[in-house]
C-alpha cells in the first residue's frame, strides 16, 4: 500500500527557517497535505498542493512538490515559539465506494528553541 | 459551528472491557474516518464510512466495529479491549462537494489506555 514518510525530529532557532521534509510512493497523487497538530490537539489542515504544482507560498509557509522524486516538503520562514507541534505529510487517495483517505506519515516533531 | 465532536476526550479501561467512542459532526459531511494515533507510527486509518449507511475497513480494523448511526454520528466500539490498543483515536469527516480539495476535519481525539 502506499506509504508516507517523514523524519521524527527537527530542532531550530528562533528566527530561523525550518524545513520539513516529506517523501511518498503513490505515483499517482492528486493532493498532498501538511497539517499541524498542537500538543493535546486534533490535527489542523495547514496548507495543501496539487499534484500538478511545484510550489505554493502562503505566506510564510513555502511547500515544494518534486514529483519525480516523489518529495514533498514544508519550509516554515522566521519560525516561531508558536511553530512548536507535529507537523503531518498526508497523501489523498479516491476511494471506491466513494470519500476519500489520507494516508499519513509519521508526523515531524519541531521544536523551536529560544 | 463546533465542527467534529468525541467523546470521551479520556478513558481508562481494564483488559477485556468494553466502550463505544462516539463522534458526531455538525458540517453536513458525507463521509467519516476513525484514526488511531500511536508514537512514531502517524495516523492509521481503522474504519470509515463514506456515505450513511456505508462502512469499510481501513488498515487496522482488527479489535474494533462501527456503526454510522446517521449522517451526523459514526461511532467507534472495542469489544473486548486489549493493552494494544492504548492510543490516541481520532475522529474525521469530509465533504464530497465540488470543488472539494480533499482535506479531513478532525475532532479533538480521545485518549484511551488499556491496562
Known amino acids: 500500500g502506499e506509504d508516507v514518510e517523514q523524519s521524527l525530529f527537527l530542532s531550530v532557532r528562533e528566527g530561523d527557517s525550518s524545513v520539513i521534509n516529506c517523501t511518498y510512493t503513490d505515483s499517482s497523487s492528486t493532493y498532498l497535505y501538511w497539517y499541524k497538530q498542537e500538543p493535546g490537539a486534533g490535527l489542523q489542515l495547514l496548507t495543501y498542493i496539487f499534484s500538478n504544482m511545484d510550489m505554493k507560498q502562503d505566506q510564510r509557509l513555502t511547500v515544494l512538490l518534486n514529483k519525480k522524486d516523489k518529495h514533498l516538503s514544508l519550509r516554515i520562514a522566521d519560525t516561531q515559539t508558536g511553530d512548536s507541534a507535529i507537523y503531518f505529510c498526508?497523501?489523498?487517495?479516491?476511494?471506491?465506494?466513494?470519500?476519500?483517505?489520507?494516508?499519513f506519515g509519521t508526523g515531524t516533531q519541531l521544536k523551536v528553541e529560544l | 459551528n463546533a465542527g467534529v465532536t468525541q467523546t470521551p476526550k479520556f478513558q481508562v479501561l481494564k483488559t477485556g472491557q468494553s466502550m463505544t467512542l462516539q463522534c458526531a459532526q455538525d458540517m453536513n459531511h458525507n463521509s467519516m474516518y476513525w484514526y488511531r494515533q500511536d508514537p512514531g507510527m502517524g495516523l492509521r486509518l481503522i474504519y470509515y464510512?463514506?456515505?450513511?449507511?456505508?462502512?469499510d475497513k481501513g488498515e487496522v480494523p482488527n479489535g474494533y466495529n462501527v456503526s454510522r448511526l446517521n449522517k451526523r454520528e459514526f461511532s467507534l466500539r472495542l469489544e473486548s479491549a486489549a493493552p494494544s490498543q492504548t492510543s490516541v483515536y481520532f475522529c474525521?469527516?469530509?465533504?464530497?462537494?465540488?470543488?472539494?480539495?480533499?482535506?479531513?476535519?478532525f475532532g479533538e481525539g480521545s485518549r484511551l489506555t488499556v491496562l
Open positions: 498526508a497523501d489523498f487517495e479516491r476511494l471506491t465506494g466513494g470519500g476519500n483517505k489520507l494516508t
Open positions: 464510512s463514506a456515505s450513511e449507511g456505508t462502512t
Open positions: 474525521a469527516s469530509s465533504t464530497r462537494r465540488v470543488g472539494y480539495t480533499g482535506e479531513l476535519f
